[in-house]
């Protein structure tokens, strides 16, 4: 299929994570219409083990869906900043831990039918202990869950984001590869 052609592109908002981009495209049979982008840098998602066999999950309420979910460790990449980097930097921040072991699971795009969003996954290991960075953690409660249990927790749907049902298949898979 011959791919959409743009033909002009606005940023209609800038804020702190994201812009808001308006493109006109020109559809393959000729056709003109609008597109709207949210423009987002990299992330990550970590399936984080820890030295007894749990996963980590963090449990923080989500203003955008106006309660508390329970999710896989995530956050964005810094500018400049180098993807393995952000994941300690996150899981310090999330969760008080920083792996010494980290696997590249793979990425994915989040919702391309408008963002630019992609999150790298990776399986962090070899946890060490230390204490929470970031000035926002308060509201973040660490849940360790047996890697046993994870497809349980999965199929009772109460993790319900889509990047941390996605990371956690994915660990799965992985790990019956092992």
């Known amino acids: 299929m011959k791919p959409e052609k743009t033909l002009s592109s606005k940023i ?8 808001l981009r308006v493109d006109t495209i020109q559809m393959p049979d000729g ?25 980590l999950l963090v449990s923080q ?34 969760t008080g831990y920083l792996p010494q072991k980290l696997v590249k699971l793979g990425g994915y795009y989040l919702a391309p039918g408008y963002s630019t969003e992609y999150m790298h996954l990776y399986l962090a290991e070899d946890l060490i202990p230390g204490r929470l960075v970031a000035e926002d953690t308060e509201g973040i409660t660490v849940v360790k869950v047996p890697v046993s249990q994870i497809a349980t927790v999965l199929n009772s749907g109460k993790i319900c984001d889509g990047k941390s049902i996605a990371g956690l298949y994915i660990f799965l898979e992985y790990r019956k590869k092992q």
Do not use: S, W
């Open 12 to 19: 209609v908002f800038e804020g702190r994570a994201v812009k």
């Open 61 to 94: 309420y989500r203003d955008a869906v106006g309660k508390e979910l329970l999710e896989i460790p995530a956050g964005g990449v810094d500018p400049g900043e180098d993807v393995e980097t952000a994941v300690k930097r996150e899981m310090q921040e999330e």
């Open 31 to 55: 056709r003109q219409t609008t597109r709207e982008i949210v423009e987002h840098g990299a992330c990550i998602a970590v399936v984080a083990v820890d030295g007894d066999n749990n996963i």
